[in-house]
């Protein structure tokens, strides 16, 4: 499994949003480059980055941000207000090696779904993002402030066929908040959709977390509070995820 540590970028800093609120910010450095570096450091292969302003305006705003973390050496899945194909270019020739496409890949999968045959699969990652409402995981969009009515099965249907590999879900409920990953959640999809390599995201804050994710098939998954909160070292972290 492939230990995704997170660097959210706002203003330029590297924080933390408590379940999505862009009123409960936690700064954790001004400098995203550096911390980059430190995680490439301790052995990380990848970086996940998200450019919250982006996702929450649909503008992307932090290109001298992404650019020094890719300059890092390190592989970068990034995304955040991604609209076109503009976006995408601009964002693989800064050295980003995965795109990740948000709230337009649940809204508009007729848009999206020509670039998994331009770009290859192997450099997009859908956001799914999700709530718990009424018996069903329905998304989030435009940073998380628009929660939907359609399903996540829905969303995925409308890629039935295509050649998606890799999808990233997030349970907004548990993002930031240390409780725990929705490993049942997981669970269901890689059942109902084995052909996608999965990536798990929100609420990881233990060793155990990582290795119930490993164990349980997920291709990926993401944390960052938790590193940046010392709740382990991402070295062992990484070692966890590796199965070592």
Same mark, same amino acid.
């Given at each position: 499994?492939?230990?995704?540590?997170?660097?959210?970028?706002?203003?330029?800093?590297?924080?933390? @949003?408590?379940?999505?609120? +862009?009123?409960?910010? &936690?700064?954790?450095? =001004?400098?995203?480059?550096?911390? *980059?570096?430190? +995680? #490439?450091?301790?052995?990380?292969?990848?970086?996940?980055?998200?450019?919250?302003?982006?996702?929450? =305006? /649909?503008?992307?705003?932090?290109?001298?941000?992404?650019? !020094?973390? *890719?300059? &890092?050496?390190?592989?970068?899945?990034? $995304?955040? $207000?991604?609209?076109?194909t503009a976006d995408i270019e601009a964002l693989l020739d800064m050295g980003v090696s995965r795109v990740?496409?948000?709230?337009?890949?649940? &809204?508009?999968?007729?848009?999206?779904?020509?670039? @998994?045959?331009? +770009? /290859?699969?192997?450099?997009? &990652?859908?956001?799914?993002?999700?709530?718990?409402?009424?018996? %069903?995981?329905?998304? !989030?969009?435009?940073?998380?402030?628009?929660?939907?009515?359609?399903?996540?099965?829905?969303?995925? !249907? !409308?890629?039935?066929?295509?050649? @998606?590999?890799?999808?990233?879900?997030? =349970?907004? *409920?548990?993002?930031? =908040?240390?409780?725990?990953?929705?490993?049942?959640?997981?669970?269901?999809?890689m059942r109902a959709y084995p052909g996608i390599q999965w990536q798990a995201s929100g609420g990881i804050?233990?060793?155990? %977390?990582?290795?119930?994710?490993?164990?349980?098939?997920?291709?990926?998954?993401?944390? $960052?509070?938790?590193?940046?909160?010392? #709740?382990?070292?991402?070295?062992? *972290?990484?070692?966890?995820?590796? /199965?070592?």
């Amino acid at each position: 499994m492939i230990l995704y540590p997170a660097i959210d970028l706002l203003d330029g800093g590297v924080v933390r @949003l408590l379940k999505g609120d +862009f009123n409960a910010v &936690t700064v954790y450095g =001004d400098n995203p480059g550096a911390v *980059a570096e430190t +995680f #490439k450091t301790a052995g990380s292969d990848w970086i996940h980055v998200v450019d919250l302003a982006g996702a929450r =305006d /649909g503008k992307r705003g932090q290109s001298a941000a992404i650019e !020094a973390i *890719a300059g &890092t050496g390190i592989k970068v899945q990034a $995304g955040g $207000g991604v609209r076109d194909t503009a976006d995408i270019e601009a964002l693989l020739d800064m050295g980003v090696s995965r795109v990740v496409i948000g709230s337009l890949a649940i &809204t508009e999968p007729e848009t999206v779904l020509p670039w @998994l045959d331009r +770009f /290859g699969a192997e450099r997009v &990652t859908l956001a799914l993002d999700v709530q718990y409402i009424n018996g %069903d995981y329905r998304p !989030a969009v435009r940073g998380w402030t628009d929660v939907l009515t359609v399903t996540i099965d829905d969303v995925i !249907a !409308a890629y039935s066929g295509c050649e @998606l590999q890799h999808a990233l879900v997030t =349970d907004i *409920a548990r993002d930031g =908040d240390l409780s725990g990953p929705n490993g049942q959640l997981y669970t269901r999809l890689m059942r109902a959709y084995p052909g996608i390599q999965w990536q798990a995201s929100g609420g990881i804050s233990s060793l155990q %977390d990582i290795e119930a994710l490993r164990e349980s098939g997920c291709a990926g998954a993401v944390t $960052g509070r938790a590193i940046y909160e010392g #709740k382990f070292r991402l070295e062992e *972290a990484l070692a966890c995820s590796r /199965g070592a």
